[in-house]
């Protein structure tokens, strides 16, 4: 502390209460967001038509795996017209802010949530663990691991029937005990070929069906990070993210030919997860450059605040994990509850006072949500369009 207090003097001050506080205030203390496993019987595996086929054989299908998307504008008995449910994907929607953002727009009724997810069963489990009724959400498959896996997912949603009013790229992995990198099905690094590059193929595919979309509104939302941004205090916490001039990128991140790391340096886990954060913050700017005046859709990112009981920290050493939480609730008070949290990514979804395109959305120790600033590296626009560019090519869209 004592370290990052003389790295970052102007970050940081101390109460007269002895409470820490930043730059982002993002302060709010609420009920953990308990996850009960229960049992499920469904296969673990993509259902496809052929498999749907099957099932309609075989018997009733299961509304998850099965509902058409109710008609737009459907007319009430007297005659009124009501507007139709909104779909919404959310990746990584089987824990952690994923899954409480699920239960929280699930519960509105208004919205059905595509829980896409990595693990069929893990999914339906975590869904009815956490009470999200069985109309109101469909998981299916998608690895953001693999580039065919993401292509299959467009195609099995397109197969689906349902307009798509809403994308929340939230997926992500962090090994920030990793002393060698591991890499995705096309070879490149894992974390940023997961939390940067799958979600950029999935949400170019997927920009051509929210513009057909009739809906109200229609948003594209990546979920950034604090620590990816070099303007706080918690993103002057070594190992700080640092894309370079993206030579690592341009080479493929495959460890062989070129480094592993986008800035073309010594593979580090926690700097290439929180180097996918800034991936992500520059990627929906760059996105609200080129398509928001023509399409209408609304591109946001967003700070939930400290999670810091969710799975995103399983690899990290057990110690931190039984620090972590109490460190981010009382000292540094950044810590939110996943269901808090959950509520945040939310409203980015759908509320109308969050319409605004091209903002990356922070909450203050209110629970009021505000425009926050990007550090330098994650506002610069030509790395956004050059990271663009270069990851164009390497998900095979150029
Ligand atoms: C590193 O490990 C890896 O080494 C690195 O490779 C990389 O992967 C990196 O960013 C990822 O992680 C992290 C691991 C190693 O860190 C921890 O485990 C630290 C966990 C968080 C710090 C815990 C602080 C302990 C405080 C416990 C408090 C809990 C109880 C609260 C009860 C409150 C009651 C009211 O370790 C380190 O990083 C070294 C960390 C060294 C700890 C430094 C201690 C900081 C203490 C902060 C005090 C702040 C005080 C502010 C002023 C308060 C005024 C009263
Ligand atoms: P979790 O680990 O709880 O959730 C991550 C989700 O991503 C899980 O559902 C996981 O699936 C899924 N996932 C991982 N790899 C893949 C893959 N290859 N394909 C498909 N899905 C995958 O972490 P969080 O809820 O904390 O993280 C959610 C988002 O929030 C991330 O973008 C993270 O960067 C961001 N964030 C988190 C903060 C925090 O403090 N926790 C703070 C700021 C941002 P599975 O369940 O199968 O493992
Ligand atoms: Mg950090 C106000 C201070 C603050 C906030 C909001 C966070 C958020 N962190 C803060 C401060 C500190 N952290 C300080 C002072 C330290 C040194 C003790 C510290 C350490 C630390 C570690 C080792 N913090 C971490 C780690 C991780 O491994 C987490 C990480 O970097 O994941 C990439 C993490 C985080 N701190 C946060 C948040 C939100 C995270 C994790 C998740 C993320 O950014 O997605």
Redesign the pocket.
Known sequence: MALQASILPSAISVHKEGKLNCLIKDCSINGAFVSKSVKSDFSPLLIGTKELKRKQLLGPIRAQTATVAPSVNEAAPDGKKTLRKGNVII?????????ATAKALADTGKWHVIM????FL??EK?AKSVGITKENYTVMH????SLDSVRQFVDTFRRSGRPLDALVC?????LPTAKEPTYTAEGFELSVG??HL?HFLLSRLLLDDLKKSDYEQKRLII?????GNTNTLAGNVPPKANLGDLRGLAGGLNGLNSSAMIDGGEFDGAKA?KDS?VC?MLTMQEFHRRFHDESGITFSSL??????T?????EHIPLFRILFPPFQKYITKGYVS?EE?GKRLAQVVSDLSLAKSGVYWSWNNKSASFENQLSQEASDAEKARKLWEVSEKLVGLA
Request: hydrophobic letters at 35%.
């Open positions: 990746t990584g929607a089987s824990s952690g802010l994923g899954l896409a997810c990595r693990n893990k999914a975590a998608l690895d953001l691991s939230n997926a992500a992995v962090y997961t939390n799958g979920v950034g990070s604090i620590t997860y954060k992500n700070y939930p605040g400290c999670i810091a969710t799975g995103l920290f399983r996943e949290a």
